[in-house]
């Protein structure tokens, strides 16, 4: 009979393994995991950034995403085998206490919700059979993972949403969302870094500026960071 606590580890192991990894055009490899997305999913893909990214020691450029990340590179000073070999060298990833994950401290992202800096908040509200206080209170309420940055620089993917808050993108997206609209969809919340078309609902907004090219690092958040909302205003 297998040992509970072997089998366990054994499913903790298979998911730090990479499910392939492979060659994506001339001057890139994507090394991407099993799994729907999930905090231990995408804590194996930033903890396997940090130890391609120790491995090969420069050269290369790694962007991470959900479940996987690309690993870009110059094929004229590095051929294929030899970037998939290091990767490859690279799993499985050594298993982590809960407390190795991250010990950053979490940034706080203080935000004015309702009115109109969220001008969703009273109908997302009400599509979910809450309080507009209950919304601010549950958004506020854990500790998100940054899963990724893109679609605009600086632009967040975090989660995971309180499942009281889940809700379907808007039907009909905005044309036009405000710099530092705070907003939820599906299982994920995320800030607007500047204005821009969007289709997620807009409970708030943060006069935090998520990025700035003149900064020594532009993005205020990266992917494996942890962020918590602060209510400000009146809702203190």
Sequence with gaps: MLNVNSQSRKSATDSRTPKRIVAVG???????????????VNRAVHDSASSIAARLNGGIEIVPAYRSLMVYYDPLSMGYDEIHRAISQCFPLPLKGGNETNLKAAVEIPVFYGGSDGPDLTSVAGALGLSEAEVVRLHTGVEYLVYMVGFLPGFPYMGKLPEELALPRRGEPRVKVPKGAVAIAHTQTGIYPETSPGGW?????TLVDLFDPERREPALLNPGDRVRFLAVGDWL
């Design 26 to 40: 001339d001057d890139a490899i994507l090394v991407e995991f099993n799994g729907e997305l999930s905090e231990a």
């Design 201 to 205: 609902h807009l409970i708030g907004r």
